[in-house]
């Protein structure tokens, strides 16, 4: 640590400044400089760590909430474990309301956080987001003091990247960013970008990436297995939202994303991650000339038994090892 840099008060004080890196192969060609902001490094893993803490902390600051409150929400893996951390430290009880598809990795670290787990096993009407919602409004209902944040609606989740990842990238690129590209899922990470970079007159454009069987954007819903980008049905925050583009990335080019990282990196990244960057690869002739930043949501360690995994691939995927390998390599070849 620098001679007289404050020394951080708890863990919640590590959270942001992460790093900026350059990603000088991935993309397997000079004329477009790339920068990933790194998520992961927060201390519960993940870009969620700042709007659980922004929205935990709000709300105890306007009484919305009391440390004797019971938070409860809805999460695919990251967002639950910000909230469990952030509400460890400040003392307060989550319930969890995960489903089938959470990493089972993310689910355990949520619990070893003091978060109660609620899992829902079947999907309403088809759709694992709305069972998950339906959970969350049951307990509420049922249980003495339980309060829903609802990142889904909640505009403490925008705001948090408003004031996060997107004023560091912005500093460290001096403002020089022609195009950024973020994943979306509540698309409150992409929202406080744009809107930031609107506030500072930069003529960045900000490019939503989606999954495909994603209701967002107009979507038409569909089967997908790679959490973390993309949903069921379209959140509050979600609605009338325009970015200057969104591009759609299957399942299957996310594994390949994540592998490309790992082979050309040396860099882990998570399901969302390798879509995002495979998003860059997919538009790379018309970046030419452009200095292009990503935000990577989180690593690539907890996809270890999925995304890395042949035999998941194979099971949910339908794709070969050599399926992925040509994706891998399509553009190169």
């Not at 902001?37 to 993940?46: F, H, I, R």
């Not at 018309?286 to 949501?297: D, K, N, T, Y």
């Amino acid at each position: 640590m620098p001679d007289g840099a404050p020394v951080p008060v708890g863990v919640v004080d590590l959270i942001g400044h992460t790093p900026l890196v350059q990603l000088t192969r991935y993309l397997g060609r000079e004329d477009i400089v790339l920068f990933a902001k790194l998520e992961a490094a927060n201390p519960g893993g993940s870009a969620k760590d700042r709007p659980a803490r922004h929205m935990v902390e709000q709300a105890l600051a306007r009484g919305d909430i009391t440390r004797e409150s019971t938070l409860v929400e809805s999460s695919s893996g990251n967002m639950g474990i910000g909230l469990a951390q952030i509400c460890r430290y400040h003392g307060i009880a989550l319930i969890c309301v995960v489903d089938v598809n959470a990493q089972a990795q993310n689910v355990a670290i949520m619990a070893a956080l003091g978060a109660t787990i609620h899992r829902v096993s079947q999907p309403l009407a088809g759709d694992f987001l709305a069972a998950r919602m339906a959970a969350v409004e049951q307990i509420v209902a049922e249980t003495s003091g339980a309060v829903w944040l609802n990142q889904y609606i909640n505009r403490d989740n925008p705001g948090a990247h408003q004031i996060g990842a997107i004023v560091e990238i912005d500093a460290a690129m001096v403002g020089a960013i022609d195009t950024l590209f973020v994943a979306t899922s509540s698309t409150g990470t992409a929202q406080g970008c744009r809107d930031y970079l609107a506030e500072q007159g930069r003529d960045t454009r900000v490019i939503a990436v989606d999954a495909q069987g994603s209701t967002l954007f107009g979507g038409t819903a569909g089967t997908r297995f790679i959490p973390g980008m993309g949903a069921g049905r379209e959140p509050g925050l979600a609605k009338g939202q325009v970015f200057s583009r969104v591009v759609r990335v299957g399942d299957g080019r996310c594994v390949a994303g994540c592998r490309r990282a790992a082979e050309r990196e040396a860099l882990l990244v998570g399901g969302s991650g390798g879509g995002v960057l495979e998003a860059v690869r997919g538009l790379a002739d018309e970046l030419a000339g452009q200095r292009v930043a990503v935000i990577l949501h989180d690593s690539g360690t907890r996809y270890l038994d999925t995304i890395f995994d042949d035999a998941w691939v194979a099971h949910k995927l339908g794709l070969s090892p050599a399926d992925i390998r040509r994706m891998i390599d399509d553009i190169d070849a």
